[in-house]
C-alpha cells in the first residue's frame, strides 16, 4: 500500500464487499473539486473505490502525477492522472447506467466544449480569484486576498455569464440528463456559493442559479461533500 492513510470508502456498498469488488483508488484531497468530480463518477456507477488523502504538491501526489496535481487513480495494473481521463475512463469501462456522455455527436462536442471551458476560463479564475483567497488561504491560516479578488472578478463576471446564457433554463447542461460537464462544474460552484462575492454574482444569474440548485439534489454530489481539514 502506499504511503499516506486511507481515508474512506464509498459507502454504496459494505465496505468488505467494496475492498473485495474494487481494485480503483483515488489520489487526492477530497477538499479538491477535481477529486469531487472523479468521486461522482464513482458514485454514478455504484462503484467502490478507496482514496488516500494526498494534498497537491505532496511528495506522495508527485509519485502520482508528475506535477503533484490531484487527483490521481490506479485501477489494477492501469495509472491515470488529469481529471477529463479519468472520467471518460470509469464511464466506458464501467459501463453500466448511468452514461455520463451524451451518445449524439453534436450534444458530445457541446458537453466537450463545456468541460473545455471551464478547464481553460472557468476553474483557473475561479479558484485563483475567488476560492483560494477568499476561502483556502483562511481554512490554512492566511489572511484573504482582497487584490487577487479584485483583479480576477472581471473574468469571473464574464465566464459565469457565459455559462448563465448556455444553460438557457434547461435543468442540465447538455441535453437531457446529467453528463460529465455538469460533474465538472458543480463542486467549484459550491465553493463560489460560499464566498460573499459568489452568493452576489450568482443571484443575477438566474439560469445558473437554478442549475446548480438542481445539482444539490443528486445523490453523487450530495455522498461527496467535503469536509474541512482539521487545523
Not at 471518460?88 to 462536442?109: F, G, H, N, T, W
Not at 462544474?185 to 446548480?212: D, F, M
Amino acid at each position: 500500500l502506499p504511503r499516506g492513510t486511507l481515508f474512506m470508502l464509498n459507502t454504496k456498498k459494505r465496505p468488505e464487499e467494496t475492498a473485495a469488488m474494487s481494485d480503483l483508488t483515488i489520489y487526492g484531497t477530497t477538499i479538491s473539486p477535481f477529486t469531487r468530480t472523479v468521486r461522482m463518477c464513482l458514485e454514478e456507477k455504484e462503484e467502490g473505490y478507496r482514496i488516500y488523502e494526498y494534498m497537491p504538491g505532496s511528495d506522495e501526489q508527485k509519485q502520482e502525477h508528475p506535477f503533484g496535481k490531484v487527483p490521481a487513480i490506479r485501477d489494477a495494473d492501469l495509472h491515470l492522472y488529469e481529471t477529463l481521463a479519468i472520467c471518460v475512463y470509469i464511464d466506458e469501462e464501467y459501463a453500466s447506467d448511468p452514461q455520463l456522455q451524451p451518445r449524439d455527436a453534436v450534444e458530445k462536442a457541446d458537453m466537450f466544449q463545456r468541460i473545455s471551458l471551464y478547464l481553460d476560463e472557468g476553474y483557473p479564475n475561479l479558484f485563483s480569484g475567488l476560492i483560494r483567497p477568499r476561502l483556502m488561504n483562511p481554512m490554512f491560516g492566511k489572511p484573504a486576498d482582497e487584490g487577487a479578488i479584485k483583479a480576477h472578478l472581471p473574468k469571473i463576471e464574464k465566464y459565469l455569464a457565459v455559462v448563465d446564457k448556455g444553460l438557457r433554463g434547461q435543468r442540465w447542461m447538455v441535453g437531457e440528463s446529467m453528463t460529465l460537464a455538469d460533474m465538472f462544474l458543480a463542486p467549484t460552484i459550491y465553493y463560489v456559493k460560499r464566498t460573499p462575492e459568489g452568493q452576489k454574482l450568482l443571484s443575477g444569474l438566474e439560469n445558473l442559479s437554478a442549475w446548480y440548485t438542481n445539482m444539490t439534489t443528486v445523490p453523487s454530489f450530495k455522498a461527496t461533500e467535503p469536509k474541512p481539514p482539521q487545523r
